[in-house]
């Protein structure tokens, strides 16, 4: 079984950067995809980056294309989400994902962390 835990979520101002890591343990991380997803106030959560293992294969949501970044050090059993220029609209709880393949889908991820909160004022 997969363990995933988020960290580095805080408070940044509008056209700032960030840098989600999210840690990984358990012995399927290695051959699996991991994803970003969302949940801002009120809304749903929604798909924001995902790769595979080898990081061949990465998908972003068209909202944060060119603006965010999804990389992986598999030796480490770590995955991150670089953020620049963000927006306040960006404002969620940011969970991390660990599934068999990279998709925009939640219901492909079998493994879920617990999130972190990034707010970004204007």
């Known amino acids: 079984q997969v363990q995933v835990e988020e960290s580095g979520g805080g408070l940044v101002q509008a056209g700032g950067s960030l840098r989600l890591s999210c840690a990984a343990s358990?012995?399927?991380?290695?051959?699996?995809?991991m994803g970003w997803f969302r949940q801002a106030p009120g809304k749903d959560r929604e798909f924001v980056a995902a790769?595979?293992?080898?990081?061949?294969?990465?998908l972003y949501s068209d909202s944060v294309k060119d603006r965010f970044a999804i990389s992986r050090d598999n030796a480490k059993n770590m995955v991150y989400l670089q953020m620049n220029s963000l927006k306040p609209e960006d404002t969620a709880i940011y969970y991390c994902a660990s599934g068999p393949v990279a998709s925009r889908t939640q219901s492909r991820y079998n493994y879920w962390g617990q999130g972190t909160q990034v707010t970004v004022s204007s």
């Open positions: 358990g012995g399927t991380f290695i051959a699996g995809a």
């Open positions: 790769c595979t293992w080898s990081s061949s294969y990465i």
